[in-house]
Each structure stands twice: as structure tokens, then as C-alpha cells.
């Protein structure tokens, strides 16, 4: 069953009001992404940087509508680098610890392995014949995105630098913000489920103490094999497996790397849905972006499809899965916009149409 939220969090209260967008109401587990639509900055003065966008357009049905991305416009042919921080998140619920440092099955920390995967190295891709770049996926995606004027402007693109690896946020929440629980989607490892309204003012609060982070770089913080719910932490309120906001013009991120194969959030497919969307819905100017069928947001149309909307990458002797993104043909966007007039990365495999009003 695919579900679509869409979530409002109250400024003061930080309380999610969530409405299922689909036949059903959610009745978890059921696995998604959300988003906490922008809040006010923490702040009143204006910040020394902000976050490089550009500001876009299509006219579908006679409507126009305008977006606003990450980077320069692709006519300009310009290099847009973000640097990125990632915050590892170290979660202990009574004796069991969920910590993005400590070394997984691998060999590796699951830190590591996202340091290593396809969001911060580059390999090639090639769709459909043509050979968009040798770059990170996100930038590759967003150039066969915007192949129609990309192809004449090649310098274009929109990377991550670093990342920086940042001291771990530690946290040890009651049973009001997480609790011990199973993986609902297969097997018995642990994992851990995490009151949404509980941490993201945890993640607010990180941003304000590190000086470092500020409004035109990208903090990431990851969990793994943890869960958020909305409501109070069952599994009859799961599974989020990430979301990105913004407090005023600082943009920021949540994914979690669940560490069994094949599992919802598999190893970085929560993290390249997550930054796809943060790069073309970033929310830093009070708003995401709207479109006829509600936010601009990539990734949320594929989640609900096989393997979650992923696809196996491998590098450096891991195999990744990286989630399928559609193009702006799927919102509208005349079909000369994308690489081959495509509506999705992959050459849209789940046979995706025009999006609706309903989603």
C-alpha cells in the first residue's frame, strides 16, 4: 500500500498533524518519507550566507508554476558546491545503543559507508546512451533533469563537498520519545522508534550550538536502524525513514541506514531520497514548493514500489541502493526538459504518469 502524508509542524507546539493522502488511513507499520514544512528562524538577524538557488518555471495546462532550487540555473552552466556535515546520532533505549559509528557487519561504521557511497563519490552514469557525467548521484540526477539545456552548458552541476563528520548527537529519550521495538519489514535486529516531534527539536537545537554549520551548507544527521513515528513511538505510527525542513534559511536533513538488505531504508536509499528532494524542494524560503499535485517533492512518487523505488549501485566493493527520483516531467515540464524527455531517473520502470491534484 502506498501512503502519502503530508505533515504541518505547529512553530511553538511542535505538533505534527498528519492527514493520509490515500484510500486508507495509515494503520502501521507502513514505511514513508515525510516533511516538516518550514519554521521560523531561531533568529532575527539576517545571515552572513545563504544557501545558493536559483528560481524556475513551467506552464502545465495553462497554469505556471515556479519552483525554487539548490545551485545555479543550469543555462548558466556554473559549478554550485554544498558543503555537507553529517551528524551521526547515538540513540540508547535501557541496554541496547543504535550508533552510526560503531562498526557494522561490513567492516565498516555505517558512517563510513555513507562517506564512501555514490551521494559523496563519483562514477558514471549513463541513461539510455548517454553519458550525463562522472559525478555524485544527486548532481547526476539533477543534470539529466535538466539535460535539454545541460547538454549545451556542461560545467553545470550541483555537488556536496567533504562531508565533515561532526561530534555524534547523544541522546537517551524516556519512553514518551522512543522505545525498543523489532524491524517490522523482516528479522530480528533491534530497532529503535523515535517520536518525530520528540527529536527534531534535538536536531534544531545541534545546528544552533555548532557555529560551523551554517545557512548555505547541509546537515545531515543520521540514525541507524531506527525508525521516527508520528505520534508516540509503536509501530502502529511507523516508519519514517527521513525528512528534510528548514528553521528560517538553514536547510537540514534526517535519514536513517537500516543495516539489513532489502529492508525499507536500506544502507543510503533514505539519504538519496532525502537530498534529491532537499535539492529541489529546499524550504529555506518559508515554503516548499507547490505544485498541482502538492509539493515538488522526487522522491515521495517512488516509495511505494519494489525494492521501495531503489536501485543497486556498487562502489568500493559495496552495493548501495539508490532510490529512483522522477523529473520535472512528472509535475508538468514539457518533455524536452529531461535527458530522452524521461520522466524519472531510471526511465520511470513503474510506469508513473502526470502527477494529479490527488498526488
Given at each position: 500500500m502506498k501512503v502519502r502524508i503530508s505533515c504541518k509542524l505547529a512553530a511553538i507546539a511542535l505538533a505534527v498533524v498528519c492527514a493520509a493522502v490515500a484510500q486508507d488511513q495509515i494503520a502501521g507499520p507502513v514505511p514513508?518519507?515525510?516533511?516538516?514544512?518550514?519554521?521560523?528562524?531561531?533568529?532575527?538577524?539576517?545571515?552572513?550566507?545563504?544557501?545558493p538557488t536559483w528560481t524556475g518555471s513551467f506552464t502545465?495546462?495553462?497554469?505556471?508554476?515556479?519552483?525554487?532550487?539548490v545551485g545555479t540555473a543550469p543555462n548558466t552552466g556554473?559549478?554550485?558546491?554544498?558543503?555537507?556535515?553529517?551528524?551521526?546520532?547515538?540513540?540508547?533505549?535501557?541496554?541496547?545503543t543504535f550508533d552510526p559509528n560503531t562498526t557494522n557487519d561490513a567492516g565498516e561504521s555505517v558512517v563510513?559507508?555513507?562517506?564512501?557511497?555514490?551521494?559523496?563519490?563519483?562514477?558514471?552514469?549513463?541513461?539510455?546512451?548517454?553519458?550525463?557525467?562522472?559525478?555524485?548521484?544527486?548532481?547526476?540526477?539533477?543534470?539529466?533533469?535538466?539535460?535539454?539545456?545541460?547538454?549545451?552548458?556542461?560545467?553545470y552541476h550541483v555537488l556536496l563537498s567533504g562531508p565533515t563528520i561532526l561530534p555524534a548527537l547523544t541522546l537517551s529519550p524516556g519512553s514518551n520519545g522512543a522505545v525498543l521495538s523489532r524491524n517490522p519489514f523482516g528479522g530480528s535486529v533491534p530497532t529503535a522508534l523515535v517520536n518525530i516531534t520528540w527529536?527534531?527539536?534535538?536536531?534544531?537545537?545541534?545546528?544552533?550550538?555548532?557555529?560551523?554549520?551554517?545557512?548555505?551548507?547541509?546537515?545531515?544527521?543520521?540514525?541507524?536502524?531506527?525508525?521516527?513515528?508520528?505520534?508516540?513511538?509503536?509501530?502502529?505510527?511507523?516508519?519514517?525513514?527521513?525528512?528534510?525542513?528548514?528553521?528560517?534559511?538553514?536547510?537540514?536533513?534526517?535519514?536513517?541506514?537500516?543495516?539489513?538488505?532489502?529492508?525499507?531504508?536500506?544502507?543510503?536509499?533514505?539519504?538519496?531520497?532525502?537530498?534529491?528532494?532537499?535539492?529541489?524542494?529546499?524550504?529555506?524560503?518559508?515554503?516548499?514548493?507547490?505544485?498541482?499535485?502538492?509539493?515538488?517533492?522526487?522522491?515521495?512518487?517512488?516509495?511505494?514500489?519494489?525494492?521501495?523505488?531503489?536501485?543497486p549501485y556498487t562502489l568500493g566493493g559495496f552495493t548501495y541502493n539508490l532510490q529512483d527520483l522522477v523529473f520535472l516531467e512528472y509535475f508538468g515540464a514539457p518533455t524536452t526538459t529531461s535527458v530522452h524527455g524521461w520522466m524519472t531517473f531510471h526511465d520511470n520502470p513503474f510506469g508513473l504518469r502526470v502527477c494529479s491534484n490527488g498526488g
Open positions: 514513508r518519507f515525510v516533511t516538516l514544512p518550514p519554521k521560523a528562524s531561531v533568529g532575527t538577524a539576517q545571515p552572513l550566507v545563504t544557501l502545465y495546462l495553462g497554469t505556471k508554476y515556479t519552483y525554487y532550487m556554473t559549478s554550485t558546491t554544498v558543503p555537507a556535515f553529517i551528524i551521526p546520532v547515538k540513540i540508547t533505549i535501557g541496554s541496547h563510513q559507508q555513507t562517506v564512501e557511497s555514490p551521494i559523496f563519490q563519483n562514477q558514471t552514469y549513463t541513461l539510455g546512451g548517454t553519458n550525463v557525467g562522472t559525478t555524485q548521484y544527486e548532481d547526476a540526477y539533477q543534470r539529466a533533469n535538466f539535460w535539454g539545456t545541460v547538454k549545451s552548458h556542461t560545467g527529536i527534531d527539536p534535538k536536531f534544531g537545537a545541534y545546528i544552533t550550538a555548532h557555529t560551523q554549520i551554517m545557512p548555505d551548507t547541509i546537515p545531515i544527521f543520521v540514525t541507524v536502524n531506527t525508525y521516527l513515528t508520528q505520534g508516540p513511538p509503536n509501530l502502529n505510527n511507523c516508519c519514517i525513514g527521513g525528512y528534510h525542513s528548514a528553521n528560517g534559511p538553514q536547510s537540514y536533513s534526517h535519514s536513517t541506514f537500516i543495516t539489513i538488505p532489502g529492508d525499507f531504508s536500506q544502507d543510503v536509499s533514505a539519504l538519496s531520497h532525502e537530498l534529491g528532494e532537499w535539492m529541489d524542494d529546499p524550504g529555506v524560503k518559508g515554503t516548499f514548493n507547490r505544485v498541482r499535485c502538492g509539493s515538488l517533492e522526487n522522491g515521495d512518487p517512488e516509495e511505494g514500489f519494489t525494492n521501495f523505488g531503489a536501485f
